[in-house]
């Protein structure tokens, strides 16, 4: 099995930056494909970035030139680039892979537990 885990999340004024980390581990595996989600409270939880094993990427309209995917595969790590940061970008952020165990070549999903972005002055 893999496990996710979430990081780099704080407490940011608007206009700054943050980096999220997805790092992953566990089983024999290989990423398919990388999302983020964010979810705040009393709201949907929300697709906001894409990447791929090849590298392509998309992001929802509202964070569009603002984040950026990426991948670090050496360390089985997806990071997310949160800049110019609003306060509605406020929520918790989570990683979501569809990932390949190579001993049984079952493609799985899974969840991290998040971490909190807050954007305020």
């Known amino acids: 099995q893999v496990q996710l885990v979430e990081s780099g999340g704080g407490l940011v004024q608007p206009g700054g930056s943050l980096r999220l980390a997805c790092a992953a581990s566990g089983s024999i595996f290989t990423i398919k494909v990388m999302d983020w989600y964010r979810q705040a409270p009393g709201k949907e939880r929300e697709l906001v970035a894409t990447?791929?094993?090849?590298?392509?990427?998309n992001y929802a309209d509202s964070v569009q030139g603002r984040f950026s995917v990426s991948r670090a595969n050496a360390k089985n790590t997806v990071y997310l680039q949160l800049n110019a940061l609003k306060p509605e970008d406020t929520a918790v952020y989570y990683c979501?892979?569809?990932?390949?165990?190579?001993?049984?070549?079952?493609?799985?999903?899974?969840w991290g537990q998040g971490t909190q972005v807050t954007v305020s002055s």
């Open positions: 990447i791929t094993s090849g590298g392509s990427t």
């Open positions: 979501n892979g569809k990932i390949i165990l190579l001993g049984s070549m079952i493609t799985g999903d899974y």
